[in-house]
């Protein structure tokens, strides 16, 4: 029999941040992040013939057709990196591609197994697009005003120039989250009617919209109970010669654990030191690892 894969969808207006706390959710999960904006782009640069046909509405920021973008999804499922589940960033936007993915879904016995929603007032929509530069490389974002690159239009990341999307440029945003209200705002009911639903704030800082969707997260992927996951830890583990590897790790929270940490977690002052960000209860490594430092953004599969 197949594994059931962990399906995960990000809803949101344009700007909500959905690509900014994907990368986070996606490795948190194990799952790829698979973004249909993304990949309609990847069509486009690669000229084939959905990028010419999907074109023209993406410029003037309307959606592209049902039946285009449905098809490339299921293709995109069907990849090897796939076979745990994906986190669906921007797809469905409407109800048909909604209906669409339950069918698509069903034929191998998957289902949808939590919606993440990211709530966020229109008129600051419109101020974080219009103000948003990417990196042509590694697609980081950046915002001129909120969260600036070190160096001018330069990544931090990679140190690659930053461009605008064509379609972050303000008379567009105008349409593209007016078409928001009016094609995904029913998704959004729609998943709501099925008690998949987890509504966020996402007028917050970006930290504090990560932890609260890691809390969503917890206990609702498949159904099933799952340990909440509030923050990463970045380990040290002795190397064969001596030196300090370095390997991540997911921490449990302890008050979802239940325990204290065993002592060969490390020193039990060095987990109450540092609490967990979110509920201050202490912290519980999952591996021998003697931890070091604490990151709450950095985020990866263990
Ligand atoms: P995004 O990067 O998600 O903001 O998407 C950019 C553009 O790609 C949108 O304005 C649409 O033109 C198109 N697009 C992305 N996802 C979809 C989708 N699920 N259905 C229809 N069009 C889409």
């Known amino acids: ?34 973004a249909s904006g993304d990949l309609l782009r990847e069509h486009r640069r690669a000229g084939t013939a959905l990028g ?11 959606l592209v ?13 069907e990849r090897e990196d796939a076979t ?7 797809f469905p936007r409407t109800v048909a591609q909604a209906e669409a993915l339950e069918v698509r879904l069903a034929d191998r016995g998957d289902t949808v197994g939590a919606v993440l929603y990211l709530e ?11 103000g948003r530069w990417m990196c042509g490389a590694c697609q980081a974002t950046y915002h001129e005003r909120f969260n600036p690159p070190t160096a001018d239009n330069i990544c931090n990341i990679c140190e690659e120039p930053l461009y605008q999307r064509p ?23 729609h998943y709501k009617s099925r008690g998949v639903l987890h509504a966020l704030d996402g007028d917050r800082s970006i930290d504090a919209v990560r932890t609260r969707l890691c809390h969503a997260l917890g206990g609702t992927v498949h159904g099933q109970r799952r340990p909440r996951w509030h923050l990463f830890v970045r380990h040290t583990e002795p190397g064969d010669d001596g ?13 979802f654990v239940g325990r204290r940490p065993a002592g060969d977690f490390g020193a ?11 509920c201050w209860h202490a912290l519980h490594a999952r591996h021998p690892f003697r931890l070091v430092v604490l990151e709450q953004s950095d985020a990866v599969a263990s």
């Open 167 to 189: 379609d972050d440029r303000r008379e567009v945003v105008e349409n593209r989250v007016e078409v928001y209200l009016r094609e995904t705002l029913p998704v959004v009911e």
């Open 268 to 278: 039990v002052e060095d987990f109450e030191a540092n609490p967990c960000r979110h």
């Open 120 to 130: 966020v007032p229109r008129t600051a929509l419109v101020e974080r697009l219009a």
């Open 65 to 77: 057709p049902d039946t285009l973008v449905i098809d490339m999804i299921a293709e995109r499922l």
């Open 84 to 90: 745990r589940g994906a986190l669906l960033d921007g």
């Open 1 to 34: 029999m197949q594994r059931q894969r962990t399906i995960v969808l990000l809803l949101g207006a344009p700007g909500a941040g959905k690509g900014t706390q994907a990368r986070f959710i996606g490795g948190l999960l194990g799952i790829p992040h698979v």
């Open 243 to 255: 030196a300090a590897s370095q390997a991540l790790g997911r921490t449990l929270c302890g008050k």
């Open 52 to 62: 010419r046909a999907a074109q023209e509405y993406m410029d003037r920021g309307d």
